[in-house]
């Protein structure tokens, strides 16, 4: 079975451009997390999606955005983009949201460097 | 606010030692516990996991970790460390409180093991 996918694999931008981070989940899974790892540092939740809807939103400007879709994968907008949102970001995929179904699997991270 | 502290930043043992990571958290209320490992190179996979029920829980590869709740407290443990269990090891909470069930992380703890 596959696991959670995420692409890209690396990106390289600029200040003050946007960036779009996709994210698939594990197969049966639907709900997803976003979570910011800067380098040297535990993950930071951003986001919990669920059956579409935002379930959770971490300390983060409103820069940061993301919607899931009817299939369940993921998207991650980061607008006005800063040296400091360089970091690998993370995705997570869980059956559920809640309880035992809150179980979540990592993706490999996109790896935004911003210049 | 919630927070979960891992102590030790750096640790380095020799094979065969034997190994505890501690992890304490914020406060009480009912929390979901979890220690992630990630291996160089590769993505946040899941060790162990508490949800309820005896307090010493196994997980993958010989490691167990014993919760107790007095303490806040959730530390990561394994009698006899190889050489391939360099990696670094996040501990992870989640409280129910929190509607979406975000993981909050500690800093990570990088353990190195020598041959």
């Known amino acids: 079975d596959a696991g959670v996918t995420q692409s890209p694999t690396h990106l390289i931008k600029t200040r003050g451009q946007h960036v779009t981070l996709r994210c698939s989940p594990i197969s049966g899974h639907k709900s997803v997390s976003w979570y910011q790892q800067v380098l040297g540092q535990g993950p930071q939740f951003i986001f919990q999606?669920?059956?579409?809807?935002?379930?959770g939103r971490g300390n983060f400007p409103d820069r940061f955005s993301a919607r899931q879709f009817p299939n369940y994968s993921s998207e991650l907008n980061v607008n006005a983009l800063l040296l400091g949102d360089s970091a690998l970001y993370l995705c997570?995929?869980?059956?559920?949201?809640?309880?035992?179904?809150?179980?979540?699997?990592f993706g490999a991270g996109t790896r935004l460097s911003v210049l | 606010a919630q927070s979960v502290s891992q102590h030790n930043h750096h640790v380095i043992l020799s094979e065969a030692a034997s190994l505890e990571l501690g992890c304490n958290y914020s406060?009480?209320?009912?929390?979901?516990l979890f220690w992630y490992v990630q291996y160089p190179g590769q993505h946040l996979q899941l060790l162990l996991k508490y949800f309820s029920g005896d307090p010493l829980v196994k997980g993958i590869k010989g490691f167990e970790a014993e919760f107790i709740k007095s303490k806040f407290s959730f530390n990561l443990r394994k009698p006899s460390v190889q050489w391939s269990d360099t990696a670094e090891y996040f501990c992870a909470v989640t409280w129910r409180i929190n509607a979406g069930n975000m993981l909050t992380f500690g800093g990570g703890t990088r353990l190195m093991v020598k041959p």
């Open positions: 999606y669920y059956e579409k809807e935002e379930r």
């Open positions: 997570a995929s869980s059956p559920g949201a809640s309880g035992t179904k809150n179980i979540q699997y």
């Open positions: 406060y009480g209320g009912t929390v979901n």
